[in-house]
């Protein structure tokens, strides 16, 4: 039978120092896929690298051969000792494989819950285990089915538009009070890491320009530098404040940096237009009583976490309707799959019936006399249509138990009602036949799925009854 | 047949309404693609009766209170699919359509004949442009209230920190303060026009520009109202909240004057003399 595994570590079970080991090189993955396929108990096959998350996804008939195929290619790229790689990796099989799969493409399983990358990493995983045609009916059917899960995830839940860092809030605030940040002029007066990084991702989504100002002009220098801006002395904040159009406040000053009347002031000069002052600093840098002039908005430390609480709350909200719908899916595909086992039966009942109906051609032409080819088409479609009404019922029936748990009793009695399984006959070994030949997208059709899944062993080698 | 277009484009307003509410509740995509599908399909419609109304009564059909009112209906909806197209902003017509459906509803349940005859003082091009212009003008500004509306709601919630249901399905300040920028600048000049045109049928028609009847008066007072309200805009700067206040009053000010003093007064301009078409 056919497993789907993963194997693999992220940023909850593997420290930085091993995965970055492994995601450092970019042509890891190549070298991966390369190995699997080299791998005789890998049936198909995907490699997925980023910062967070090194993942082998695979299908295979020999479970324990496979697992130390995968382990020895992950030691073999990381060039570390085989313990190390194996203390931060996780296995999951099965359903709960499946279930996995989901949930990282939907970003559930992402450092940052909710952030938007993984997807494209994934699709861009899942291409080349394509292009190298590691990819399979199974995976094909998983990935597609994976790609479908993470856009219900993201247009029904809110789980991605929920800013959970107070540096996000702030851009997320400032979103909503400018729409379009890009071209818009930052003033950033102190200094300290979470100022930084709120200015960072400021400029991270499309901010123009960032003005620095310090006490220490030197270090406003400094700063400026690592943000290619401009620095500036104390003495110019009133000018800036003309220009800017976000102020991210974070000194050590025990009164307010920012007074009423300077902004009051500036307003007009400004035309009205809007003025968002970021205050991170304890105590604050700027009057409190500046939100409450036209056009003007302060968040002080404290709103901001406000925020980041009312958004968390909504985000575990949003998680428990994503978990739904990644559960829904998952008992889809495992559905879709139990189908998958009895087509193999279906193909050789086909097979046999075929085989039987040329045959039986053949033996009778001899005592039908030369024929034209009219008649001998008409023989054909007449024999070829007689063969696939009598096998009609059998195979709907074989379909609709699919699911079902008396599947298996089914299977074995079309089995030995047809006698599909000649003892002489169930030895050689093929079963590459999922790996090769189908492209992304075709296995959404349940039914015209060709290669065996189950134990293909020269079936197909079936004969006439006298 | 007239009527039946009425009751049909009146219908898929509803029903467009009803779906762009659904839509602010429950946030599908697909329920404001229909919605917006379906509004389109009212708004043509209701072009058809129009049309077909002018045709046969030989100039704008907006004699009376009844038939202004779904005048306007359809100019407010037309101005939205103007915004619509430019800005792509689908929670507006949750604000819009609601505005149109009303004067809808209004339209149908005012009681008032069709008019059969229409005096020769009313068949005139003059006329048809003052009422189109100034019912164009009127549409925007109804755009620019509801974006006022959206932008004081918006507002209240980051200024007071406190962020309702409403705030992520509202777009950012700068946007709603966009469109009330831009829907006053196009507003502006078609009501002036409208004006101007009435100006010169009065002139046509009763034989000055002017008359200081109630509804000339108040119109007036409303384009002044507006006026202000551009020119604190374009040459002070006025924006945001101060200037969607004050787009919310003259909006309401220009209901007063559209509704009120046309059911008040009892001058030429309202509708009930209008109403009076019949008589030969």
Redesign the interface.
């Known amino acids: 039978m056919i497993r789907i595994v993963t194997i693999g570590m992220n940023h909850r079970t593997a420290p930085v120092e091993l995965r970055e080991c492994l995601a450092q090189d970019s042509e890891n993955v190549p070298r991966a896929l390369a190995a699997m396929r080299e791998d005789p108990a890998v049936r198909e096959g995907m490699f997925l690298s980023t910062c967070n998350r090194v993942e082998a996804l695979y299908t295979t008939q020999d479970p324990e051969a496979a697992r130390r195929g995968i382990h020895s290619i992950l030691t073999a790229l990381s060039g570390l000792p085989e313990q190390e790689i194996q203390a931060g990796l996780y296995e999951m099989e099965g359903m709960e494989c499946v279930h996995h799969v989901f949930n990282v493409a939907s970003s559930l399983d992402s450092m940052i819950v909710g952030e938007p990358q993984i997807l494209g990493q994934f699709k861009e995983a899942y291409g080349r285990a394509t292009q190298e045609r590691m990819s399979g009916v199974i995976l094909n059917r998983l990935i597609h089915r994976a790609f479908h899960v993470a856009k219900r995830v993201r247009t029904e839940t809110g789980i991605s538009d929920a800013a959970v860092s107070i540096s996000y809030a702030a851009v997320e605030l400032a979103r909503k009070i400018f729409h379009d940040l890009s071209g818009r002029k930052v003033l950033l007066i102190g200094a300290g890491e979470m100022a930084e990084l709120a200015a960072r991702h400021l400029l991270g989504n499309g901010v123009s320009h960032i003005a620095v100002a310090n006490r220490t002009f030197s270090r406003a220098v400094q700063v400026a530098e690592a943000f290619r801006g401009t620095a500036l002395s104390f003495e110019e904040i009133d000018a800036e404040l003309l220009e800017a159009d976000i102020v991210i406040t974070s000194t050590a000053s025990a009164g307010y940096v920012i007074t009423r009347d300077q902004v009051k002031q500036s307003l007009r000069k400004r035309r009205n237009r809007p003025l968002f002052f970021i205050d991170i600093a304890v105590p604050r840098d700027v009057d409190p009583r500046v939100n409450n002039l036209g056009n003007t908005y302060v968040y002080d430390i404290d709103d901001l976490k406000g925020v980041v609480e009312i958004n968390r709350a909504q985000r575990e909200q949003e998680a428990i309707k994503a978990e739904r719908i990644i559960q829904e899916e998952v008992l889809r595909f495992e559905r879709w799959l139990k189908t998958l086992r009895v087509v193999p039966t279906i193909v050789d009942l086909k097979e046999k019936v075929e085989s039987i109906r040329r045959a039986e051609i053949q033996r009778s032409l001899a005592a039908l006399g030369p024929l034209s080819r009219e008649q001998m088409h008409a023989i054909d479609v007449l024999t070829a249509s007689i063969a696939e009404k009598i096998i009609h019922d059998p195979i709907l029936t074989l379909k609709r138990k699919a699911e079902r748990p008396t599947r298996d009793q089914v299977l074995d009695m079309t089995r030995q009602l047809f006698h599909l399984d000649e003892p002489e006959s169930a030895s050689s070994g093929a079963c590459a036949g999922a790996r090769t030949g189908e492209k992304p997208g075709t296995g959404d059709d349940e039914t015209s799925v060709p290669p065996p899944l189950e134990d293909a062993g020269g079936r197909r080698k079936s004969e006439p009854h006298g | 047949m007239a009527w039946l277009l009425f009751r049909l484009a009146l219908i898929l307003i509803l029903l467009a309404t009803g779906g762009m509410i659904v839509f602010i509740v429950r946030q599908r995509?697909s329920v404001f693609t229909w919605s917006y599908r379906i509004l389109f399909a009212g708004f043509i419609v209701h072009t058809l009766f129009l049309a077909h109304q002018f045709v046969v009564l030989g100039t704008a059909p907006v004699l009376n209170l009844k038939s202004a009112l779904g005048f306007f209906a359809w100019t407010i909806t037309g101005a939205y699919l103007l915004f619509q197209l430019r800005f792509r902003l689908m929670v507006l017509g949750s604000f819009i359509a609601p505005l149109a459906a009303v004067l809808m509803i209004l339209s149908t349940s005012i009681p008032g004949g069709e008019v059969v005859a229409v005096r020769p003082l009313f068949k005139s091009l003059w006329l048809t442009i003052h009422v189109l212009t100034v019912f164009a003008g009127d549409g925007m500004f109804a755009v620019a209230f509801a974006a006022a509306v959206m932008y004081l709601l918006?507002e209240h919630q980051?200024?007071r920190?406190r962020?309702g249901s409403m705030?992520?399905r509202l777009?950012?300040?700068?946007?709603l303060d966009a469109i009330n920028h831009r829907a006053l600048i196009l507003g502006f000049p078609l009501l002036t026009l409208g004006m101007v045109t009435g100006a010169i049928y009065a002139q046509q028609a009763l034989g000055s520009f002017w008359r200081w009847d109630p509804k000339e008066v108040w119109s007036l007072i409303t384009w002044l109202a507006y006026a202000v309200l551009l020119h604190e805009r374009l040459t002070?700067?006025?924006?945001?909240?101060?200037a969607a206040v004050m787009s919310i009053a003259c909006f309401l000010l220009l209901i007063f004057t559209f509704v009120g003093i046309s059911l008040i007064s009892s001058d030429y301009h309202s509708f009930r003399s209008l109403e009076g078409g019949v008589t030969p």
């Open positions: 995509k918006q980051i200024k920190k962020f705030y992520r777009p950012s300040l700068d946007t002070v700067g006025w924006r945001g909240r101060r």
